[in-house]
Structure formats: C-alpha cells, structure tokens
C-alpha cells in the first residue's frame, strides 16, 4: 500500500506542478478601470468617429497569452478626427478576447485608438471605444472633430487570407520560442522527461527508489538555479541594480536550490526539508507576479517529493 502511494505521489506533484505553470490560467471577463473621455484621449494616439467598412479575422503575431493568437482588423471610414492624424479610412486591430470590441458592420463608432506597435492602431473596452449613439457625453467633452485631409482606399487591405491552422500554430510556436520564456518552458520540458524516464527505469528495477528520489531532487534544484542565475546574469526584463535585490535572490533563491543539489547528492532528507522551507517565500512571491520568474515555484514540489521519498526510504531502512 505504501509503495502504490509513493508511486502516485511520484507522478502526480511533479504532473500538477506542469500543468500548473505551463498552460494559461483563465481570464476573467473584462474589468477596466473607470477614466473620462478626456483621461481616455489623453492615453489614445488617435479618438476619431468611423464607421465600420469591413471586418477581418487576421493573426496576431504579438498575443502572449500562450494560446494561438487571433485578433480581428477592422477598417473604418473616418468621418471626423478628434484628436490626431489620419486618412479617409484607417485600419483598427480589436483583440480576440473579452476586451475587445465587438464592431458591427455599417455601424458608427466613437473609436479611441492607440499605437501598441509601430504603425498599428488598436482598441479594446477598457480605451473607451463605443458605439457612437452611447457617446453623447464623451463628445460633448472632446475637442470639435475635423474632416481627413487626405484620401485613402484600404479595401484591398483586409483580403489576405487567415494562415491554415497548421501554419498559425508554427508562427506562434516560434514566437513563444523566441521570448524569454522559452528558458523556463524548455526547464520544465526537461524535468518532465528526466522524470519519466527515472520513473519507468524505476519500474523496471533498473533504479533504486532512494536514486529516483535523488534524480528528482536534482532536477528540481538545478532547474531553480539556472532560473535563478538567469534573474542575476541574463534578466529580459531589468538589470537588478539594487544590492538588497541582489543578496534576496542569493539566499532566498539560488541558495536553497544549491542546497538541494547537494542535499539530492548526499541523500539528506532533512536537507532537502530546509531547501524547500527556504525557498518558498521568495518563490510564491514571485509566483504571483507576471513573467518568466513566476515559474520559480515549480521546484517546490520537486523538492517535496524528494524530501518525501528520501524520508520514507530512511524510515523503511531503519527497520
């Protein structure tokens, strides 16, 4: 019986610590903040009114939310300019998700556009896009529009065929492959297949269970610490300036997962106890926070698995 549950535990922490951290969370529905149509103007590069012309399912090569990223185009005939720069007909991108707009076509909207890329104008809920019958009040504050000086026929713009579903998987595979983090998704790759293959050399009694114990351990403090050295060395996102920034990843980071490692090596449960102990504060912090680091917390329970298995191995040999 005691074999079977180490066994279960075995696969089933490390599967849920993957599937934790590898698949997208779901979103909740749209919540924005409420702003004036002035404090909206100010953050658009663009507000004009439209009226929709044609809308196109396209891909959108900057979605980070790790599914396949859709988005809409819409292209609109711009009717008056409120603030900003534009021709006779403007192409708008709305998100996929549930904050973006649901445009209609042949209906006029008051459209707060801003520049997320070069080039690309965008809106969703949360910039105070509307239909233009509910934007009374917003036009009452705005500045008077003005006609477009130039003209423009973007017709031709919305007929490129949405990619087959296989090509719109490879675009985005690449995409996620070349940010950074590929570092901590290719970590976890790593550490489930070292799993799998020590569970099934297990099974065949090619592998003792206190070495399968060990090889756990080690995956899980090494994949730690390269994360964590990534943070000092390689950050994608900021240097960390601060010493205090410095020393708390040291000790509260990469310590305990060298900790681990030796712990794994020398088979020390009690060892594997304190690194565990060790390295949760900072690793359910950052857990909470958006980017790569917040797949720190995945070793932990590598680290308890391992503790576990160490623990009930020296209580079976001491009897």
Not at 77 to 94: C, H, M, N, Q
Request: charged fraction near 15%; include cysteine.
């Amino acid at each position: 019986m005691r074999k079977r549950w180490i066994w279960m535990m075995t696969l089933l922490l490390p599967l849920t610590a993957l599937a934790w951290a590898a698949f997208p969370h779901p979103c909740a529905a749209c919540s924005c903040a409420a702003v004036t149509p002035l404090q909206a103007a100010e953050h658009a590069a663009a507000v004009f009114e439209g009226k929709v012309l044609g809308i196109r399912e396209t891909y959108d090569p900057y979605d980070e939310s790790g599914a396949i990223g859709r988005r809409y185009a819409v292209r609109l005939e711009v009717d008056s300019i409120r603030k900003g720069e534009l021709p006779s007909e403007a192409i708008v991108y709305t998100g996929f998700h549930s904050c973006g707009i649901d445009f209609k076509q042949g209906e006029t909207y008051l459209v707060y556009a801003q520049e997320r890329h070069p080039g690309e104008l965008e809106t969703h809920l949360c910039a105070g896009t509307k239909a233009l019958t509910d934007a009374r009040d917003d036009l009452a504050l705005l500045p008077v529009g003005v006609k477009p000086s130039t003209q423009a026929d973007l017709s031709g713009s919305l007929m490129t065929e949405v990619p087959g579903w296989l090509a719109l998987y490879a675009k985005q595979a690449w995409n996620k492959l070349t940010q950074p983090h590929a570092l901590a998704k290719l970590g976890l790759l790593a550490l489930g297949f070292a799993i799998a293959c020590a569970f099934v050399a297990t099974k065949r009694k090619r592998l003792p269970l206190y070495s399968l114990s060990r090889v756990i351990g080690l995956c899980g403090g090494v994949y730690s610490s390269a994360l964590w050295i990534s943070l000092i060395w390689l950050n994608p996102y900021a240097p960390l300036s601060d010493p205090g920034e410095w020393l708390a990843v040291l000790l509260f980071g990469l310590a305990p997962a060298l900790l681990a490692i030796v712990s794994s090596v020398r088979r020390r449960p009690w060892g594997m106890l304190a690194a565990l102990l060790w390295a949760a504060p900072l690793s359910l912090y950052v857990a909470a926070t958006p980017g790569v680091f917040r797949w720190a917390g995945v070793a932990l329970p590598f680290y308890m698995l391992a503790w576990l298995m160490m623990k009930l191995h020296k209580d079976s040999s001491a009897r």
